[in-house]
């Protein structure tokens, strides 16, 4: 018998060697071109907008933030951008939008002015926060915003007062003109209104206690006593 001789076949094999140099090649022209990219004006920050601020300048907010223009895109951090922003007393919240390949959008968010401070020369604005921008004054006003006349800046009970009125609804803060110290009782303030009241009370009391006054509105000018006793007294 003629015995049967299986065909010689040749095997092929596919060398795995040849993709990983195609890879290879592949990666390397791309980091080539990613490298050609950084150091082309590109990548450079071309366009800087800020929006929100009524307070700050937009040249302030840029300078704080440590952004500047040609800068590398990919430099600019968002955490530190908004820890440099949060530095100033002004800034409540801070949105900081990256629009590849060369813009960068700030957007800020002011703590609004709550009340100016009399400072003699100028006036002084005081922000929902309780700080006061000694370096923000302003030396004329619409009287749309209470004024804080006679106090001593540098006292705790000044410190107390404007950590209180902060915390006054806006409804309220709009009836009152003036906030100064009660004569010969340094822990109390009284409160000039628009409905020609006067209102007496506690510093350290002043927010919760002024919650009382919208129930004297009808009343005819005198004095509010928001003491340890509420009483109304009209004037002679």
Same mark, same amino acid.
């Given at each position: 018998?003629?015995e049967?001789?299986p065909?010689?076949?040749?095997?092929?094999?596919?060398?795995?060697?040849?993709?990983?140099?195609?890879?290879?090649?592949?990666?390397?022209?791309?980091?080539?071109?990613?490298?050609?990219?950084?150091?082309?004006?590109?990548?450079?920050?071309?366009?800087?907008?800020?929006?929100?601020?009524?307070?700050?300048?937009?040249?302030?907010?840029?300078?704080q933030?440590?952004i500047?223009l040609?800068?590398?895109?990919?430099?600019?951090?968002?955490?530190?951008?908004?820890?440099?922003?949060?530095?100033?007393?002004?800034v409540?919240?801070?949105?900081?939008?990256?629009?590849?390949?060369?813009?960068?959008?700030i957007?800020?968010?002011?703590? =609004? !002015?709550?009340?100016?401070? /009399?400072? +003699?020369? &100028?006036?002084?604005?005081? $922000?929902?926060?309780?700080?006061?921008?000694?370096?923000?004054?302003?030396?004329?006003?619409?009287?749309?915003? =209470? !004024?804080?006349?006679?106090? /001593?800046? +540098?006292? &705790?009970?000044?410190?107390? $007062?404007?950590?209180?009125f902060?915390?006054?609804?806006a409804?309220?803060?709009?009836?009152?003109?003036?906030?100064?110290?009660?004569?010969?009782?340094?822990?109390?303030?009284?409160?000039?209104?628009?409905?020609?009241?006067?209102?007496?009370?506690?510093?350290?009391?002043?927010?919760?206690?002024?919650?009382?006054?919208?129930?004297?509105l009808?009343?005819?000018?005198?004095?509010?006593?928001?003491?340890?006793?509420?009483?109304?007294?009209?004037?002679?």
């Amino acid at each position: 018998m003629v015995e049967r001789v299986p065909p010689f076949r040749i095997r092929v094999e596919h060398k795995a060697s040849s993709l990983w140099a195609v890879l290879f090649i592949f990666l390397f022209f791309i980091g080539i071109l990613f490298v050609l990219f950084l150091r082309s004006p590109l990548s450079h920050i071309s366009k800087i907008t800020i929006t929100g601020n009524q307070i700050l300048t937009k040249q302030e907010i840029l300078q704080q933030s440590g952004i500047r223009l040609g800068m590398s895109f990919f430099g600019v951090k968002t955490k530190d951008v908004e820890s440099n922003l949060h530095r100033v007393s002004a800034v409540k919240q801070i949105t900081l939008d990256k629009q590849f390949p060369n813009t960068i959008m700030i957007k800020v968010e002011e703590y =609004p !002015v709550i009340a100016y401070i /009399d400072d +003699e020369q &100028a006036l002084i604005p005081l $922000l929902a926060n309780g700080a006061f921008l000694q370096t923000y004054p302003v030396t004329s006003m619409l009287r749309t915003m =209470p !004024v804080m006349e006679g106090w /001593d800046k +540098e006292k &705790a009970s000044f410190s107390k $007062l404007t950590s209180q009125f902060a915390h006054l609804p806006a409804s309220t803060r709009s009836q009152i003109l003036t906030v100064q110290p009660l004569e010969n009782k340094p822990a109390y303030a009284v409160l000039t209104t628009r409905r020609e009241h006067k209102v007496e009370v506690r510093i350290d009391q002043l927010a919760e206690r002024m919650k009382l006054y919208p129930k004297f509105l009808k009343q005819p000018p005198g004095t509010v006593h928001l003491l340890e006793s509420v009483w109304f007294t009209p004037e002679h």
